[in-house]
Structures are given as structure tokens and as C-alpha cells.
């Protein structure tokens, strides 16, 4: 895989505090590595909280308070887990409207862990392939989802993981998923 193949795309890291630390920089550090442009968004300005599992870490700057962002602005989207960050974020509707946009818009979506929250409160996942964390898979099931337990799922648009562990595989479908969109859009121009 050529190193820049992301150059000038544009991806929303989507969070709020208590995300959790790994699920947030690797896939950025992966995404900033091949050329893409990522911005972190939440629902206010300032500083989010990063969590290891169940202890606070380290602060990071929000780029963009979600109410100043536009999802048309974004070529992709990547939802970090967190149980008390997807717990807190699903419930916000500028961030469902912007997933919402994000998707009709046939943007890649990348998502982790307890991250699908947002996707199930947004109404998106009835009739989608999606894994998650293992503790809400109900919930996807109870949207029409259909849950499965693996590393990595690619459905469409979206790629999903389960856990920290499965994050070098994440990243690797990531990378691919928003490198085919980056072509099919190319080819569309």
C-alpha cells in the first residue's frame, strides 16, 4: 500500500470525554500516516478526557465543537469506543444528525467497541453486519442489526471491531475501506 494514499482526505474523529485512548490515537496515527487529514469533533470546545479501560489518561484538544461542523466538510468518519464516551455521545443529536449525514451520503464509517452506540441511537444499523464490544450486542440485535463476533467486519460502507486487541486489523480494513471510497469518488468527479 503506497504510504500517502489518503493525502487530502478528510476524516471527523467523532468523541467526547472518556474515550477510550488506544481506539482513538492508533487509528489516528494510522490515518495521519497515510496522508489523511483528521479532525477531532465533539460536542464542545476545549479538552476531552482519555480513558485506559476504567483510568483517566491524558486531555486532548477538540479541533471542532460539533456544532460548528459540517459533515459535508468530511469524507469519513471514525467513531473510538469507550463505554461512558459512546454512552454519553449516542444521546446527542447533533452527533446523530451527523452520522446520519455522514451515512445517507455513502461516506466510510469506522467504528469500535461500544462506538455503535451512536449508530443504534441514530436509527442506522436495522439490516447491517456489525460487531461490537461483546456487552451491546443486544442492542444491536434489538436495532435489526446483525451481530457477529469477530475481528474486524466490513458491511458497505462501514468497518467495525470488537476491542483494543483487534485494533491492527481495524486499522488495516480502515485504511482500505476509506482508500476504495477515495476512488470511487475520484472516478465520480
Request: net charge negative; hydrophobic share 40%; aromatic share 6%.
Amino acid at each position: 500500500m503506497e504510504s500517502k494514499s489518503l493525502e487530502g482526505m478528510r476524516v471527523a474523529i467523532l468523541a467526547t470525554d472518556d474515550f477510550e485512548e488506544s481506539e482513538l490515537f492508533e487509528p489516528r496515527q494510522a490515518l495521519d500516516n497515510a496522508g489523511a487529514k483528521t479532525t477531532v469533533v465533539a460536542p464542545k470546545a476545549g479538552k476531552i478526557q482519555a480513558m485506559k479501560h476504567d483510568e483517566k489518561t491524558i486531555k486532548i484538544g477538540v479541533d471542532r465543537a460539533l456544532d460548528e461542523a459540517d459533515a459535508d466538510d468530511f469524507d469519513a468518519v471514525l467513531l473510538p469506543g469507550g463505554a461512558l464516551n459512546a454512552d454519553a455521545l449516542r444521546v446527542v443529536e447533533p452527533a446523530q444528525e451527523f452520522v446520519r449525514s455522514i451515512d445517507e451520503a455513502g461516506k466510510p464509517i469506522a467504528v469500535i467497541c461500544h462506538a455503535p452506540w451512536l449508530l443504534v441511537s441514530s436509527d442506522l444499523v436495522d439490516g447491517r453486519t456489525i460487531t461490537s464490544y461483546h456487552t451491546i450486542q443486544d442492542d444491536i440485535r434489538n436495532a435489526g442489526g446483525n451481530w457477529v463476533d469477530k475481528e474486524v467486519v466490513r458491511d458497505e460502507n462501514w468497518v467495525s471491531s470488537r476491542q483494543p486487541s483487534d485494533i491492527p486489523a481495524f486499522n488495516r480494513e480502515m485504511i482500505k475501506l476509506f482508500r476504495e471510497q477515495r476512488e470511487k469518488s475520484k472516478q465520480a468527479a
